[in-house]
Antibody
Framework: EVQLVESGGGLVQPGGSLRLSCAAS????????MNWVRQAPGKGLEWVSF????????YYADSVKGRFTISRDNAKNSLYLQMNNLRDEDTAVYYC??????????WGQGTLVTVSS | QSALTQPASVSGSPGQSITISCTGT?????????VSWYQQYPGKAPKLMIY???KRPSGVSDRFSGSKSGNTASLTISGLQAEDEADYYC???????????FGTGTKVTVL
């Protein structure tokens, strides 16, 4: 069974940092591009970041560029999102999602990040 | 890259058909067939329902269908059932630094 499990969320003060992880299983992780998508409370989905399967080409939404860093460890079947200089507006559930051609499937269950003093 | 425009809510009675629109621009929805749709129940992760405008993944009911005309994509749910009550999001591959643009989301209510 293909599965993605996020972890690392929590409460952090504005200006703080947090590192999210996404553990993949049930498929050959190293052959798939991966993405992070977030959803603020009561709001819609917002794409955050992309990383390619092998050569690690990365892209970021303008809202997080310069503050967030996406990375992966294919040996550990894991995806990461390092989030620095967090702002109130970064409060959201963060999902990792496998990219299948140009659609996202499946998604993890999400991990909640709350930025508040 | 602005979010794609969806109606905030759509409702229908059991057995009826409803259609959710998703309006973008000539640089996203209108420029290719890389539109997907996701279903999301409260507190749950989104689930892929339609990809490449009109293709259904294995396991998705054939009551769900997709189409596109110009800059507007549509998701139709036929034979509406109580279990279809959820939020639905369209998504377009953007071929820019913003790789994916999501719609504003539509809450489907089964009356």
């Amino acid at each position: 069974e293909v599965q993605l499990v996020e972890s690392g969320g929590g409460l952090v003060q504005p200006g703080g940092s947090l590192r999210l992880s996404c553990a993949a299983s049930g498929f050959t992780f190293s052959t798939y591009n991966m993405n992070w998508v977030r959803q603020a409370p009561g709001k819609g989905l917002e794409w955050v970041s992309f990383i390619s399967s092998v050569i690690s080409t990365v892209y970021y939404a303008d809202s997080v560029k310069g503050r967030f860093t996406i990375s992966r460890d294919n040996a550990k079947n894991s995806l990461y999102l390092q989030m620095n200089n967090l702002r109130d507006e970064d409060t959201a559930v963060y999902y990792c999602a496998r990219e299948d051609n140009v659609w996202l499937d499946p998604w993890g269950q999400g991990t909640l990040v709350t930025v508040s003093s | 890259q602005s979010a794609l425009t969806q109606p905030a809510s759509v409702s229908g009675s059991p057995g009826q058909s409803i259609t959710i629109s998703c309006t973008g621009t000539s640089t996203d929805v209108g420029s290719h067939n890389l539109v997907s749709w996701y279903q999301q129940y409260p507190g749950k992760a989104p689930k892929l329902m339609i990809y490449e405008v009109s293709k259904r993944p294995s396991g998705v009911s054939d009551r769900f269908s997709g189409s596109k005309s110009g800059n507007t994509a549509s998701l139709t749910i036929s034979g509406l059932q109580a279990e279809d009550e959820a939020d639905y999001y369209c998504c377009s591959y953007a071929r820019s630094n913003t790789l994916y643009v999501f719609g504003t989301g539509t809450k489907v209510t089964v009356l």
